[in-house]
């Protein structure tokens, strides 16, 4: 298995929890109910607090290069013609960090 792989993985637990907000009730879920039987949001919130604050905790831009290109995780990448710069727009839920994995620079704005 490669890395990125992992890091995608690693993602969806990070941000899934945002995934089970009902958007009819505008409520939180601890869970979506998947299979083709059910197909709705859990009525509980029970544990849903603590997958928000993993998010809190961890959500952000991860730029990482992998074998076919860049990649980039939770943003969009924008790079010149030229290849001399690349500009990155988050799309995480809170938009105050970057990854830069190529060289293991954690960017935090407070």
């Not at 992992?6 to 945002?18: A, K, N, R």
């Not at 603590?50 to 831009?61: D, T």
């Amino acid at each position: 298995m490669n890395k990125t792989r992992l890091l995608e993985i690693g993602l969806g637990g990070v941000v899934g929890s945002l995934s089970n907000i009902d958007t009819e009730s505008g409520a939180p879920s601890m869970g979506w109910h998947g299979s083709e039987a059910r197909l709705h949001h859990d009525p509980t919130s029970c544990d849903y607090g603590v997958g928000f604050y993993g998010v809190s905790l961890n959500a952000g831009a991860y730029l990482v290069e992998a074998s076919n290109g860049w990649k980039c995780y939770l943003c969009d990448v924008i790079q010149d013609d030229g290849g001399g710069y690349m500009s990155i727009i988050p799309r995480d839920p809170f938009h105050t960090r970057v990854y830069l994995g190529s060289i293991g620079l954690d960017i935090e704005a407070p």
